[in-house]
């Protein structure tokens, strides 16, 4: 059983930054970390992770070039730049973790989650 911590969430103007944290009981490296948010009203969307089978990280065209996931294997976390925020930003933050070598944006493929960090942005 992996436990995954989130924090980092708050309330911001648009064009702010935050930056997000999420701290794995479990070894990162071993898994595809993701973020994933959602919406009051709207379904768990993917933002961005990295892939454990590519090495390599994704986004959702509504995040690319503004946020930027990373990693810190010493540490177990996974973060989760957000720069120039948007009001349409505003959600519940997940952090997920799947060990499937698959690269995957489907919520039902992660495994272990966190329990949500809330992010609002305000025009």
């Known amino acids: 059983q992996v436990q995954l911590v989130e924090s980092g969430g708050g309330l911001v103007q648009a064009g702010d930054s935050l930056r997000l944290s999420c701290t794995a009981s479990?070894?990162?490296?071993?898994?595809?970390m993701a973020w994933f948010r959602q919406a009051p009203g709207k379904e768990r969307e993917f933002v961005a992770a990295?892939?454990?089978?590519?090495?390599?990280?994704h986004y959702a065209a509504s995040v690319r070039g503004r946020f930027t996931i990373s990693r810190d294997n010493a540490r177990n976390t996974e973060y989760l730049q957000m720069n120039g925020l948007k009001p349409e930003d505003t959600a519940v933050y997940y952090c997920?973790?799947?060990?499937?070598?698959?690269?995957?944006?489907?919520?039902?493929?992660?495994?272990?989650w966190g329990q949500g960090t809330q992010v609002t942005v305000s025009s």
């Open positions: 997920a973790a799947s060990d499937s070598w698959s690269p995957t944006r489907r919520v039902q493929d992660y495994t272990y």
């Open positions: 479990a070894r990162t490296s071993d898994f595809t």
């Open positions: 990295n892939w454990r089978s590519l090495g390599s990280t």
